[in-house]
């Protein structure tokens, strides 16, 4: 099995391509990773040196990537760690959701906002921002084509009746 792993290089998926490498069917695992806030080379470790392993860096969203290896590249699987949305009023869609059955989430509240980062606590407030906005929606292994299209479904009544409770909220006022 071929494998990409966007994202390998972070704190989870390193730990994930480092098991994967240990797998009898795993021919190639393919890292692409920008090695941004989280990915580190380093949290590779010595899974550089297995033949296995190839390592790109790189961010799947950059529609210039100039290794064109990943163009053409034969995989079996990806493995996506999250699906999110930014959603202005997250916190009403996301109930919303979930009053549907619809098992979404809110990931991650910002570190520096966490107690075991009390003591280099800052301002940041993009990040404090967008962890107001992010939701994310079911993604895993076992969504089926009509469980997916239940969960599009579900978020676009949802988006379109936030709208609608939010602009008659506002005409009320």
Request: glycine residues 8%; proline residues 5%; aromatic residues 6%.
């Amino acid at each position: 099995m071929k494998l990409l792993v966007t994202g390998g290089a972070g704190f989870i998926g390193s730990h994930f391509v480092r098991r994967m490498l240990r797998a009898d069917d795993i021919e190639q695992i393919t890292v692409l990773d920008a090695l941004t806030y989280a990915g580190s080379r380093s949290n590779l470790g010595q899974a550089f040196l297995d033949p296995k392993l190839e390592f790109v860096v790189g961010d799947i969203c950059n529609a210039g990537l100039d290794d064109v290896r990943l163009v053409d590249f034969d995989v079996d699987r990806t493995v996506p760690h999250l699906c999110q949305v930014l959603i202005p009023n997250r916190d009403e869609v996301h109930a919303r959701l979930r009053a549907r059955g619809i098992g979404v989430g809110v990931h991650y509240p910002p570190s520096h906002l966490q107690p075991a980062f009390a003591q280099w606590r800052r301002d940041l407030p993009a990040t404090e921002q967008a962890s107001h906005e992010i939701l994310t929606l079911p993604l895993h292994q076992h969504l089926t084509e009509a469980d997916i299209d239940q969960v599009v479904t579900a978020l676009g009544q949802a988006l379109t009746e936030a709208r609608t409770t939010l602009h008659t909220g506002q005409s009320q006022q």
